[in-house]
């Protein structure tokens, strides 16, 4: 019988892919995915905003900053694949993954 080993942190090999991306821009991107996971555990949970402690009260101000940040990363995302392609394939492609994010809210959402 074949002995299996875990797998160790030298055994994987990096993304191919992951080299031309813009680190700054992923740790803000995921800081402000992290906070607002945690304010819609918040609502989830039936904590009222504003909330009957500072913590609550703070990570619900906190969170305000959140979607102008995701606009902005939209943004930079746009500007940065615009980059790579033609004016004409970076409004095809933005104009699909808009499409895509309608059916899905309109498919795929529980509200």
């Not at 002995?3 to 821009?25: K, L, W, Y």
């Not at 402000?32 to 555990?41: E, F, G, P, Q, Y």
């Amino acid at each position: 019988m074949a002995q299996h080993s875990m797998a160790t942190v030298a055994d994987v090999e990096p993304v191919a892919g992951a080299a031309n991306r813009i680190t700054s821009i992923d740790v803000v991107r995921g800081v402000a995915m992290v906070l607002m996971a945690i304010d819609h555990v918040r609502v989830y949970a039936g904590v009222p905003a504003g909330g009957p402690t500072p913590d609550v009260f703070f990570t619900r101000w906190v969170t305000h900053f959140c979607a102008p940040a995701f606009v902005f990363f939209a943004g930079t995302s746009a500007f940065l694949s615009g980059q790579k392609r033609t004016r004409a394939e970076l409004s095809r492609y933005l104009v699909a993954r808009g499409a895509l994010l309608v059916v899905l809210e309109l498919t795929a959402s529980s509200g």
